[in-house]
């Protein structure tokens, strides 16, 4: 990720927050806000919604995923759900082929994440709720966390 389109301190309030399923999400939905705007699918999307929004909207969406990614680790389900009420529930007037694709975006974001954390020694999902230092880091690099 070259730079952040999403700032790391939209995912905790305090230490506390400062969790390893937040930095996956982090993560997350820093990759979703690049699909969003590289797909040539959501050109009409990106015009009507300000990067603000954009940003917002993946901010929104990767903390949904919270009580899917929980339910999948408890084996309650068998994997996360990418969900079209996330959208809906942020965008209720949204069309159902606006949704659909926002979707392929998410689930895009989704798999190239998990390509990329299948290499990781973190193990995000897995140990989710264990404390990090992983934003502390980001702010000792200058890596802008706002």
Same mark, same amino acid.
């Given at each position: 990720?070259?730079?952040?389109? @999403? %700032?790391?301190?939209?995912?905790?309030?305090?230490? #506390?927050?400062? $969790?390893?399923?937040?930095?996956?999400?982090?993560? /997350?939905?820093?990759?979703?806000?690049?699909?969003?705007?590289?797909?040539?699918?959501?050109?009409?999307?990106?015009?009507?919604?300000?990067?603000?929004?954009?940003?917002?909207?993946?901010?929104?969406?990767?903390?949904?995923?919270?009580?899917? @990614? %929980?339910?999948?680790?408890?084996?309650?389900?068998? #994997?996360?759900? $990418?969900?079209?009420?996330?959208?809906?529930?942020? /965008?209720?007037?949204?069309?159902?082929?606006?949704?659909?694709?926002?979707?392929?975006?998410?689930?895009?974001?989704?798999?190239?994440?998990?390509?990329?954390?299948?290499?990781?020694?973190?193990?995000?999902?897995?140990?989710?709720?264990?404390?990090?230092?992983?934003?502390?880091?980001?702010?000792?690099? #200058?890596?802008?966390?706002?």
């Amino acid at each position: 990720m070259s730079s952040d389109r @999403i %700032a790391a301190n939209r995912f905790y309030k305090d230490k #506390g927050d400062q $969790i390893k399923q937040n930095w996956f999400l982090y993560e /997350y939905s820093n990759i979703m806000a690049s699909k969003i705007e590289e797909s040539p699918e959501l050109a009409v999307y990106r015009k009507k919604h300000s990067r603000d929004n954009v940003t917002a909207f993946c901010v929104y969406f990767s903390k949904r995923l919270r009580q899917s @990614i %929980a339910n999948a680790h408890k084996k309650q389900t068998s #994997g996360v759900a $990418i969900d079209a009420r996330y959208v809906y529930e942020f /965008y209720p007037e949204n069309t159902r082929s606006q949704t659909q694709r926002l979707l392929n975006a998410a689930m895009e974001a989704w798999n190239e994440h998990l390509q990329a954390c299948s290499n990781c020694p973190n193990q995000c999902l897995a140990d989710g709720f264990e404390v990090t230092d992983m934003f502390d880091n980001l702010e000792k690099t #200058g890596w802008p966390t706002v």
